[in-house]
T-cell receptor, first 115, second 111 residues
Framework: EPEVTQTPSHQVTQMGQEVILRCVPI?????FYWYRQILGQKVEFLVS????????KSEIFDDQFSVERPDGSNFTLKIRSTKLEDSAMYFC?????????????FGEGSWLTVV | AQRVTQPEKLLSVFKGAPVELKCNYS??????LFWYVQYSRQRLQLLLR??SRESIKGFTADLNKGETSFHLKKPFAQEEDSAMYYC?????????????FGQGTILTVHP
């Protein structure tokens, strides 16, 4: 069965550094998402991406965050200048859309630790 | 704003016993509700969604709009059901995929 893949599985970075988290969504899916989960807290929606643009974003997704689908297969989340509070598990997800919309497939997550 | 509450962080049952994982939501419109499961060291997986009205791995969930609940039930729990379970709500909007999750319930099924 096709899966969403994410790299790296774990990254440690210094505060203020830029981080790029990478994802390969399931091919032929149309919607792409990033979620995060701070340790001990709820899974939170960050952003949705459709037709090469952001379709919705949460309050968490401020100017420090950006997403890109540079080559038609990868989907990246960039954090420009990381803060301690960005430490979390980041989940990428994709969705076929259409009649099967909201059938969301998650990746295994990228654990980001900011020190 | 919408909210999803799972009142039990931990739930323990014995194999063969019935299990019910509670989920309550607050939302003024007509939401779409989901249950996701995360087995140990695995990814979040969709277990079921209320519009499908299907039973997956013996689990069922009925949307009760009067009580604003979407409890997950299984009549006879199995050890392999031990996992983290998340209830989630989709409130509509400009895009699919903006889910609001509950805190999650860790289910442990003892032999």
């Amino acid at each position: 069965e096709p899966e969403v893949t994410q790299t790296p599985s774990h990254q440690v970075t210094q505060m203020g550094q830029e981080v790029i988290l990478r994802c390969v969504p399931i091919s032929n899916h149309l919607y792409f998402y990033w979620y995060r989960q701070i340790l001990g807290q709820k899974v939170e929606f960050l952003v949705s991406f459709y037709n090469n643009e952001i379709s919705e974003k949460s309050e968490i997704f401020d100017d420090q965050f950006s997403v890109e689908r540079p080559d038609g297969s990868n989907f990246t989340l960039k954090i420009r200048s990381t803060k301690l509070e960005d430490s979390a598990m980041y989940f990428c997800a994709s969705d076929p859309g259409g009649y099967s919309g909201n059938t969301i497939y998650f990746g295994e997550g990228s654990w980001l630790t900011v020190v | 704003a919408q909210r999803v509450t799972q009142p039990e962080k931990l739930l323990s049952v014995f194999k063969g016993a019935p299990v019910e994982l509670k989920c309550n939501y607050s939302y003024s419109g007509s939401p779409e509700l989901f249950w996701y499961v995360q087995y140990s060291r695995q990814r979040l997986q969709l277990l079921l969604r209320h519009i499908s009205r299907e039973s997956i791995k013996g689990f069922t969930a009925d949307l009760n709009k009067g009580e604003t609940s979407f409890h997950l039930k299984k009549p006879f729990a199995q050890e392999e059901d031990s996992a983290m379970y998340y209830c989630a709500l989709y409130a509509g909007g400009t895009s699919y995929g903006k889910l609001t999750f509950g805190q999650g319930t860790i289910l442990t099924v003892h032999p």
